[in-house]
């Protein structure tokens, strides 16, 4: 599957942002998708994991993030949406898309994740 991520912009304290991600080639149903981001001299960090669950579609949200940011999926179109509200400086990084199939204990792990999105930068600044 190939995955290209959009949405990254500037925007200032306190806004939101949505970022895209859209998927060819296969269907993203089956995959866990992830969002991860790595700011400047940052380690790549996640920040939600969604999984198929019991049926349904599981999301699950770092700390950081919790609370701001809803993770959606839109199978006509085989793509992931991350909306990020209440947005700070702290939140200032290059947003990747992924989708692999980690165990649930390594979900959070990068590595554990094949394919990639290009990445788009979101930048929040006054």
């Known amino acids: 599957v190939q995955l290209q991520a959009s949405g990254g912009g500037l925007v200032e304290p306190g806004g939101s942002l949505r970022l895209s991600c859209a998927a060819s080639g296969d269907t993203l149903n089956s995959y866990t998708v992830a969002w991860f981001r790595q700011a400047p001299g940052k380690e790549r960090e996640g920040v939600s994991v969604s999984r198929n669950s019991g049926g349904g579609w599981r999301t699950y949200y770092s700390e950081s993030m919790k609370g701001r940011v809803t993770a959606s999926r839109d199978k006509a179109k085989n793509t992931v949406s991350l909306q990020m509200n209440g947005l700070n400086s702290d939140d200032t990084a290059v947003y990747y898309c992924?989708?692999?199939?980690?165990?649930?204990?390594?979900?959070?792990?990068?590595?554990?994740?094949?394919?990639w999105g290009q990445g788009t930068l979101v930048t929040v600044s006054s």
């Open positions: 992924a989708a692999g199939f980690p165990i649930l204990s390594s979900q959070w792990d990068s590595r554990n994740y094949r394919h």
